[in-house]
């Protein structure tokens, strides 16, 4: 049986949700995290609301593999915020830049796939652990999904930009 959740985690649980639900809904209505978007600004506050309360968290009383996961996706969403002005980058910037926040909401969804396959149904649990085959079935399939959307998102840019180069 799984151990309930602290203060802490609920807390966390709650915030972790809201960069999940604007990074969907940005994915869905612009194809990328646009921090120019009010959704793309909530998911960047939402992260760091999201990794900074993980902090409190830890079932080893240190950092963990999912602290580590947090601090790679801050690196990534807020590096993917200075990508636009390396002009050394040239015609990459906007792929970067998109990959930078795209490889960040996978990132935080790792954890939570993790953590949702190890304790529910609170009853009896989808996984015993992280290294259960139904957690590493589930991570590669978010693997191929991250994969797959990187893929359009770089095909939508590209129209795009072929779009206006051509007005």
């Not at 015609?91 to 304790?119: D, K, Q």
């Amino acid at each position: 049986m799984t151990t309930p959740l602290s203060l802490i985690g609920v807390v966390h649980t709650a915030l972790s949700l809201v960069p999940v639900a604007a990074g969907l809904y940005s994915f869905a209505r612009y194809r990328a995290i646009d921090p120019a978007t009010r959704s793309g600004r909530v998911y960047l506050v939402g992260l760091a609301l999201s990794v900074l309360t993980a902090f409190g968290l830890s079932s080893t009383g240190g950092l963990n593999p999912g602290h580590a996961l947090g601090i790679l996706a801050l690196l990534a969403a807020f590096g993917s915020l200075l990508v636009p002005r390396l002009a050394v980058l040239g015609r990459s910037r906007p792929y970067l830049a998109t990959l930078g926040r795209t490889f960040s909401f996978f990132l935080l969804l790792v954890p939570g796939i993790v953590e949702t396959l190890t304790r529910l149904p609170a009853t009896h649990p989808l996984a015993d652990s992280p290294a259960s085959p139904v957690v590493r079935a589930t991570l590669l399939a978010w693997v191929v999904i991250f994969v797959a959307g990187f893929a359009l998102q770089v095909w939508t840019t590209r129209s795009r930009r072929g779009n206006a180069a051509r007005r």
